[in-house]
């Protein structure tokens, strides 16, 4: 679900209520999914009258890219040496 709610913010702006829209849950079910990015830090929330839209704060998320990055490394090196074990296994 918060998955889903920052791949919609990744494309713009949108309160709680155009959030809740693609999803059978609540709009409160929803504003505590923003909460919780919020306090994360993804998610921030602004007033402009009587609408509060959210933005999605892409400058966090690049922490998370670097980790994911590091990841995917130490797996691919660890495929490889697997790899390269099974074929000499082999020959």
């Known amino acids: 679900m918060r998955r889903a709610l920052v791949a919609r ?6 309160t709680v209520g155009e959030l809740a829209e693609p999803f059978a849950m609540t709009q ?5 999914h923003i ?6 830090g993804l998610v921030e929330q602004r007033r402009e009258g009587t609408r509060r839209p959210c933005r999605l704060k892409i400058e966090h998320l ?3 890219n670097t980790w994911i990055d ?4 130490a797996w691919d ?4 040496a697997l790899e390269q074990h099974l074929n000499s296994e082999e020959a």
Not at 28 to 32: D, E, I, K, P, R
Not at 35 to 40: A, E, K, S, T
């Open 70 to 73: 590091d990841q995917r490394k």
């Open 35 to 40: 909460g919780v990015l919020r306090r994360c």
């Open 62 to 64: 690049t922490p998370l």
């Open 28 to 32: 409160q079910a929803v504003s505590h």
């Open 9 to 14: 913010l990744a494309r713009g702006d949108a």
């Open 77 to 80: 090196d660890r495929l490889t």
